[in-house]
């Protein structure tokens, strides 16, 4: 496509025949949060999902997170955690995100991270979704696709994650 971006998230993609439409907008403009990414798309928030890094208990083995949630929801650290039988979950701060994942922060995304290295979590509630948009793998550049498609191409699956539509700007709504 003329005048779009193509990044390890759409190779991956294209090498794997999943239909996707790439959305590009301008990552110049101020904004800090997957609910200003969905305004800039013109699409609702629901169908926007912030990649959120989620750590285990500290020397826990098991891989860590990322934790996909539409934009209008808030992450539920404690109903994640009852859904994975972990006691103790946290969010990963902006550098530890960056470090772990190897993205900068509003480009973090489930399809250009290492495969395999993280465990990939969709919050439930954007099965009610068609298609959804999820970042690229750099700021400023989306995937629209379906989420069934999402699930298979990351080894991903679908928990109960989230809990009521976000009403503030809390750091589980911070893009990444």
Known sequence: ?????KTNATRLLEAR?????????DSEQAFHSADE????LGVPGSSVLKTL???REPGARAKPLLVLVPSDRQLDLRRL?????EKRLRMASLQEAERLTGLKVG???ALAVRARAFEVLVDASAERRG????SAGVRGVDLELAVGDLLAVTDGRLVEASGSEATSQASSNTML
């Open 53 to 55: 890094v989620v750590l």
């Open 37 to 40: 990414a969905a305004a800039l």
């Open 81 to 85: 955690g009852r859904a994975l039988g």
């Open 107 to 109: 480009g973090i995304s």
């Open 131 to 134: 298609r959804i948009h999820v």
């Open 17 to 25: 025949g999943i239909e996707h439409r790439i959305r590009v907008y």
């Open 1 to 5: 496509m003329a005048g779009t971006r």
